[in-house]
């Protein structure tokens, strides 16, 4: 924990400034400035470190998201077709919306199959996981 006096031109008199942490790693910093000029009591210090603590975790768990929200995107767009078949009779398009799940999982697919005598063939249905171990 890092406690300092600010500059003359600054209204912030006292700082303190302590390391985020998740999973062991640096994930940034946690700053609270004060107006006033004092001296941080043992009990807020416990208070403050517990609080860097938490946006520690917090960090971490948003990073590890973003992550896996990416993983998910990539793994998604990778799965669309290359191509779509052309028929005369529908119109056809291909495109990735990210379910809304917390893991980005699941959601609503079709497939359109062109079949024999000018017909078309769509297939239709939902895929709904709660994680991303189900699948």
Not at 46 to 60: D, K, P, Y
Not at 67 to 88: C, F, H, M
């Amino acid at each position: 924990m890092a406690i300092s006096p600010e500059s003359e031109n600054s209204k912030i008199q006292v700082s303190v400034v302590l390391p985020l942490i998740g999973s062991g790693q640096f994930r940034g910093s946690f700053y609270i400035g004060f107006k006033a000029e004092r001296r941080i009591r043992l009990d807020e210090r416990a208070a403050l470190l517990m609080m860097a603590s938490e946006l520690g975790s917090a960090t971490e768990r948003a990073l590890l998201n973003e992550r896996e929200n990416a993983i998910t995107d990539g793994l998604q767009n990778k799965l669309l077709p290359r191509s779509v078949p052309e028929l005369p009779e529908v119109g056809i398009t291909a495109r990735y919306i990210a379910a809304s799940t917390p893991s980005g999982m699941g959601g609503d697919w079709y497939d359109v199959i062109s079949l024999p005598g000018g017909q078309t063939g769509l297939v239709v249905g939902m895929l709904k996981a709660a994680t991303s171990t189900a699948y």
